[in-house]
């Protein structure tokens, strides 16, 4: 059995009914520095105090064929550690779907726009027929233009849809598709008027204009946003105002002033009930997103419960920078729903990276290995070494996609890319699905 595609059967290039199939693996990534998991808080290396890489260039990893393929990766500097366990998950995508005429031309773009305009030109040289990577959408603009000029197209780890097209696939999971597809399921839940505490990065913008879209396509309100600078440490403006508490506030001292002014037995009465609150009324929302993980999440919730937005009355919405499975062991949090990939498969790859690393993989790595491991199957379907893989979109962009570690997938014209994902609730002990992934695109048409 070769790893993966015994234990999950891996990557698919899905087709209509009845026609064949080709096996192999995929996955999504949180592609740009915001929605990353930071350097800091990955799993540290077998011996942090070793560089993973000797100075000097990176050589090929070769497996004795013409068929080369580029892979662009932040090997040292600030992300280093990223870049280290996603050049892991490709060597497993190579183990499990390579064949021996296909080779991985891995070269370090050291995080920097530079870097990677260097690495670009690197593999270039080597007559690379595709580059996966990089990882950030800086260092992508830095260096298209070379790999542009040389008709050989680019598969990149970042989720900015802005730098989709003219022969660039972005595969990172953009935010607009996860907002489109929370704020569907929320609304469909009966859930109305939406609002959102985001960071003013551009990943935080991009989840605020996605979720304007968003309430306008399913008719719903866009009550408020608020939004922090990304490095504050103190957000308890934001959240007062977020929770309009000030307002709510000073209507529930109005309203005990008026009882207590009328004196009467039923004025009493009501003023007894208005014991222990802090506010009156309920926030002009019924769902807030949160577009922020890890422990900066589990203080912002908390805090919006401290001021009077109770999660029992206000669902609480993420996405998929959530898939942490210690997110709901903070109470306020329990309950949250988020949107991500069908998580199933990605379990699985993540117990034999661990088995095989002996460490745990950081969620991003599963954009390394099924563009590997897509690039190994549409090498298969070459005509010859001297063949490129062009800017022609029957190989790409195949309508019916492919299925992978993070479920169905397509690139389409323009560079972007198409998911199903899941609706997922925080428990608290990690999460369930609560409204699974359509299976394919065959079924819908879309």
């Known amino acids: 059995m070769r790893g993966l ?38 799993p540290p290396l077998s011996d942090p105090s070793t560089p993973p890489w000797p100075e000097g260039p990176i050589t090929a990893i070769e497996l004795g064929g013409p068929i080369k393929v580029g892979l662009l990766l932040p090997l040292s500097g600030r992300y280093a550690r990223i870049g280290e366990a996603m050049q892991n998950a490709a060597q497993l995508a190579l183990f499990d779907i390579a064949d021996e005429d296909f080779a991985l031309v891995v070269r370090d773009t050291r995080g920097t726009p530079q870097g990677a305009q260097e690495a670009a030109r690197a593999v270039l040289s080597e007559n690379v027929r595709l580059i996966l990577g990089p990882l950030f959408a800086t260092s992508l603009e830095a260096m298209a233009a070379d790999a ?24 990172g999971l953009a935010p607009q598709p996860q907002i489109d597809r929370i ?47 990304p490095d504050t440490g103190d957000l308890t403006l934001e959240v007062r105002s977020l929770a309009d508490y000030d307002a709510r506030h000073q209507a529930l001292l109005d309203q005990r002033s008026i009882l207590a002014a009328r004196g009467d037995d039923a004025a009493k009465r009501a003023l007894k009930r208005l014991d222990g609150l802090e506010t009156l009324g309920r926030p002009d929302f019924d769902a807030v997103i949160l577009p922020e993980g890890g422990k900066r999440l589990q203080v912002i919730a908390p ?7 109770d999660p029992v009355e206000v669902r609480f919405l993420g996405t998929s920078i959530w898939e942490d499975p ?64 062009t800017y022609a979109e029957t190989l790409l962009t195949q309508p019916n996609g492919f299925a992978g570690i993070d479920g169905v997938f397509r690139f389409l014209p323009d560079g972007a890319i198409d998911r199903h994902l899941a609706v997922l609730e925080l428990e608290r002990q990690g999460f369930k699905v609560i409204d699974p992934a359509r299976p394919g695109f065959q079924d819908t048409g879309s």
């Open 148 to 171: 542009r000029a040389a008709q050989v197209p680019i598969i990149t780890f970042s989720n900015d849809r802005s730098i989709a097209g003219d022969g660039v696939y972005v595969m």
């Open 5 to 42: 595609v015994a234990l999950i059967g891996a990557l698919t290039i899905l087709t209509a009914c009845g026609s064949p199939t080709v096996q192999a693996p995929l996955p999504p990534v949180q592609g740009a520095p915001e929605p990353l998991t930071s350097a800091e808080d990955l």
């Open 326 to 389: 210690n997110l709901g062991a903070e109470p306020s949090l329990a309950g949250g729903w988020f949107t991500a990939p069908q998580p199933e498969l990605w379990q699985t790859f993540a117990g034999r990276y661990r088995d095989t690393y002996a460490n745990a993989p950081p969620r991003v790595v599963s954009l390394a290995y099924d563009a590997t491991a897509l690039a190994a199957v549409l090498a298969r379907g070459t005509a010859d070494a001297a063949e490129p893989f």
């Open 183 to 229: 704020v569907g399921f929320a609304s469909g839940q009966g859930l109305t008027r939406f609002a959102v505490l985001a960071p003013s990065s551009p990943y935080g913008q991009a989840v605020v204009t996605a979720l304007q879209e968003a309430t306008l396509r399913y008719g719903v309100e866009l009550s408020r946003v608020v939004t922090y600078p």
């Open 303 to 309: 805090s919006l419960a401290f001021y009077d937005v």
